[in-house]
């Protein structure tokens, strides 16, 4: 049972009061406050009632504890007061906060709470290696032990503390207490005093930084000094002094490998799942996984740290190739030592500590990787870089470098920053990593060609897409020191990636600088043939995206300079491109004469050279687009070559383009009727490009659904479907497609008998048609404004638009079909005299006219 005597030492020693505070406090003097702690004497009755004042004892106790401190009754007493106390005057707990739960150590911790309950027991070491866990344990049986320790419970690092001469001002500093500069005593006389009458556990971590200090000695002065205070310590070997007892901190457990995935629970592979799913947060184990978890688990003897390490590396491996990377040694977890504190005044502080604890070929390491854009992959930075896989081992446990969980390798951009600026203090080896950063991606971009036009393409895409910061950063190099070869060689990637992603305009500027670039190196030195070429191959490229643009003048001046440079170089496989280009910039602009000439060419050299996707896409346009839409043969004979392509395109295994020859084929079923066969072509269209994300060819294929869905008279459907096109289009910028869906969705809007909102629809496809030079689609728009004419009752207004758009050459041949049977309508509620008189009219009435006579009636209105 606890004496008053013990009882009253607690609660003073609660309130942080010295005895010879407390003395002067109750009027007694120390010697004799020591007797009645020492439960030698009792106090006076006004001692006890001052007493009972100063450890705010409620009134409505005061007389009981009198009463106990007299003697006169028992002191288990008090117990409401002791409850009272404990919570108004708690001890102060200072342990670190771990982040993670404790897997696998719940008999650790309580043997060693145990061992500190043990009055015998007054210095604790655990002791292990590095990393085995020992200062988890010690934090957890401290914590445990909290209540038990009144005066508190305090953690105080050693990692950094060099010397035993600073062990007195850290543990002051750890518990809190200030040395008196006015006092006669020294520091360690004025710790050893304050810590004297206190309860109080101390931790002290890492003790191995001290042990070969003579000085140690200085721990069992402090507890022979003060009693009820006792040390915790860990350490990688024991501190020798007498007294101690000592505790070996051993690995995890490891279960079985059979019984790994039931019983993993509180075991070193629940420790390895763990850490795994912090290093990556996808990270998702699979049965097979555990028989290489277990190895792994057995292979760094259960140790916390070498688990840890070891998970840390699903971030770049699988769970069999970590295994398989430690069996070949050890050197593979090897990195900088984690018992540093973390003293993180500023993020270049952080880094500036981290620097330094990087070798010389590491910090060179980092260097270079600066010049990555966005992140890289393994691969890169060991060629860029020179980046092996124990350097990026190293950076990436140091926090240095990341890795996500597609396998790529990231840099905070404030490391990144600052690795960037000390790199540019090297002025040789920054242009020689730039020199290589760019010659690797721009090299890594040309090689991917063949898998974009493959059954690749979707990954292809992808991985291109992921890159795209590092193309851009590599690719501004290249054009600024003039590497045009290296350049040329992305063309054809560059043409598929920025088409299919719809990035005209950024690819635009892209290659308009380097167009610039080689304008002003050709003005000052006579251009060699590679350089000739790459202008060709760029003006090709950039004439494609002003095409998608609906910048037609600019795009044709493009083209046709890039031909003008290429024919006479006979560069075949160039040549095809521009061919590409010209020939829809011709088509769209309604020179279709001019169009199937290109193509026509065009399939003859892709021939030649045995450019088998060049030849199909030929094909393509010479069975499709210009002889359905443009009326040059009949439909039903290209319709069988047209199946013949598309399953050309199946077999060489673009999704991309055979979404496109499908949207072809579509069109031929849709002339011929075949409704059905033209909606399945289509939604087999719509479902490829967006495997892939042409967003241009699903606008596309909306489009062509809208108009099967009107040809069979369900208006709200296609409405809906060219709604979509509209939206998709009008994103890319794709001038030319957003005013054909307005002509074509105006028809349905007139169908539904919303005439006035036709009416401005059409008007806004014909402004945005005849802006851009799209005359097919302003002559679509012209015959709807017929359609709403012959209904208001104006037929011969409306008849004199339908003969204009029939008499010009560039009239779509959907256009002239339905141009033709409002016509004939008509003409079969006019007089012949009336029909003359507006041949005559339009005789003497070009296009233009007609054109500004429809706009300028908004005006008007």
Same mark, same amino acid.
């Given at each position: ?316 491996l699988s769970c069999d190739e970590i295994a398989r990377e430690i069996e ?27 620097? &330094? /604890?990087? =070798?010389?070929?590491?910090? %060179?390491? +980092?260097?270079? *990787?600066? $010049?990555?854009?966005?992140? #890289? @992959? ?72 063949? &898998? /974009?036009? =493959?059954?690749?393409?979707? %990954?292809? +895409?992808?991985? *291109?897409? $992921?890159?795209?910061?590092? #193309? @851009? ?93 290429? @024919? ?20 769209v602009t309604g020179s279709y004469g001019g169009a199937f000439e290109l ?52 077999a060489i295994g673009d999704p991309r383009l055979t979404a496109f020859a ?200």
């Open positions: 049972m606890v004496t008053f005597g013990e009882w009253l030492r607690q609660q003073r020693s609660l309130r942080r009061l010295t005895r010879e505070e407390f003395a002067k406090r109750v009027g007694c003097s120390v010697s004799a406050l020591r007797k009645i702690e020492d439960g030698e004497r009792r106090p006076s009755a006004q001692i006890a009632e001052l007493m009972g004042n100063c450890l705010d004892i409620p009134p409505e106790e005061r007389l009981t504890f009198v009463r106990v401190a007299r003697g006169e009754l028992n002191v288990d007493r008090l117990s409401s007061v002791l409850k009272r106390a404990a919570l108004s005057a708690a001890p102060r707990i200072d342990l670190p906060v771990p982040p993670t739960p404790l897997i696998g150590r719940q008999p650790e911790v309580e043997l060693v709470s145990q061992l500190l309950g043990d009055p015998q027991c007054r210095l604790l070491t655990l002791v292990g290696p590095g990393g085995i866990g020992k200062t988890r344990i010690a934090i957890e049986a401290a914590e445990k032990l909290r209540a038990v320790f009144t005066d508190g419970v305090y953690f105080i690092p050693l990692a950094s503390v060099d010397t035993v001469r600073l062990l007195v001002p850290v543990i002051a500093d750890a518990i809190g207490f200030a040395f008196q500069s006015a006092s006669p005593a020294d520091p360690k006389t004025q710790l050893f005093s304050y810590l004297k009458e206190k309860q109080a556990l101390l931790l002290t971590d890492n003790l191995e930084q001290l042990l070969t200090d003579p000085g140690i000695g200085l721990l069992a002065e402090l507890l022979a000094s003060a009693p009820q205070v006792k040390l915790l310590a860990t350490s990688r070997e024991s501190s020798g002094l007498q007294g101690e007892w000592v505790f070996e901190v051993q690995g995890l457990p490891i279960p079985e490998e059979g019984d790994a995935e039931r019983g993993a629970q509180n075991t070193a592979v629940e420790l390895f799942l763990l850490r795994a799913r912090r290093a990556h947060v996808e990270f998702g184990v699979v049965p097979g996984d555990y028989p290489a978890i277990v190895r792994i688990c057995h292979l760094v003897d259960g140790m916390p740290l070498g688990i840890e390490l070891a998970a840390a590396w699903v971030r770049t070949r040694g050890l050197a593979f977890l090897s990195v900088s030592t984690r018992d540093l504190p973390a003293r993180h005044r500023s993020m270049r502080a952080v880094f500036d500590q981290s620097w &330094r /604890l990087l =070798s010389v070929e590491e910090q %060179e390491v +980092l260097l270079r *990787l600066s $010049v990555f854009q966005g992140g #890289f @992959r393994r691969e890169a930075a060991e060629a860029v870089a020179g980046a092996a896989l124990p350097a990026l081992s190293t950076l990436l446990t140091k926090s240095l470098i990341r890795r996500d969980g597609a396998g790529r390798f990231d840099m905070h951009e404030l490391i990144r920053h600052f690795a960037a600026e000390q790199l540019a203090t090297l002025p040789d080896e920054q242009t020689a990593a730039r020199a290589r950063h760019s010659s690797y991606y721009l090299t890594h971009f040309g090689q991917a060609d063949a &898998r /974009l036009r =493959s059954p690749a393409q979707h %990954e292809a +895409l992808d991985e *291109l897409t $992921v890159e795209m910061d590092n #193309f @851009r950063a590599g690719w501004e190099w290249a054009v600024t020191h003039g590497e045009f070869a290296l350049i040329e060689q992305t063309m054809r990637t560059f043409w598929m990636l920025y088409d299919t992603r719809g990035w005209f305009q950024e690819g635009l500027d892209m290659l308009g600088r380097a167009v610039t670039a080689m304008e002003i190196s050709q003005g000052l030195v006579s251009a060699d043939r590679t350089s000739q070429v790459a202008l060709g191959h760029i003006l090709a490229t950039c004439s494609w995206l002003a095409y998608r643009l609906a910048h037609y003048e600019r795009a044709q001046a493009m083209v046709e300079r890039s031909l003008e440079i290429l @024919r006479p170089l006979s560069e075949p496989r160039v040549l095809v491109e521009s061919m590409v280009s010209f020939g829809m910039l011709m088509e193509y026509s060419e065009g399939l003859e050299i892709a021939t030649a050279i045995d450019d088998r996707w060049y030849a199909a896409l030929f094909i393509t346009c010479l069975n499709g687009l210009v002889a359905i839409d443009h009326g040059m043969v009949k439909p039903e004979n290209p319709h069988g070559r047209l199946q013949s392509v598309v399953a050309d395109w199946r499908l949207r072809i084929l579509s069109q031929s079923a849709f002339a011929l009727g075949r409704y059905d066969e033209a909606r399945a072509a289509l939604e087999e269209s719509a479902a490829l490009n967006s495997s892939v994300g042409d967003r241009w060819g699903l606008g596309a294929a909306y489009r062509g659904l809208g108009v099967i869905a009107q040809a069979q008279g369900e208006h709200m459907r296609a409405k809906d479907m060219f709604r979509d096109s509209l939206n998709t289009f009008t994103e890319l910028g794709g001038g030319w497609w957003v005013a054909r869906v307005l002509a074509e969705m105006s028809r349905s809007v007139f169908a539904l008998g919303n005439d006035a909102e036709a009416e401005c629809t059409w008007r806004e496809s014909l402004r945005i048609a005849t802006e851009i030079r799209g005359t097919p689609v302003a002559l679509e728009a012209l015959a709807g404004f017929a359609s709403l004419q012959a209904k208001r009752g104006s037929k011969e207004h409306a008849l004199e638009l339908l003969l204009i758009v029939l008499k010009h050459p560039s009239s779509l041949q959907e256009t002239k079909v339905r141009a033709e049977r409002l016509q004939s309508e008509l003409e079969s509620q006019l007089t012949s005299l009336q029909i003359e008189a507006v041949q005559a009219r339009v005789q003497a009435k070009s296009y233009e006219t007609a054109v500004d006579e429809v706009l300028g009636q908004a005006k008007v209105t």
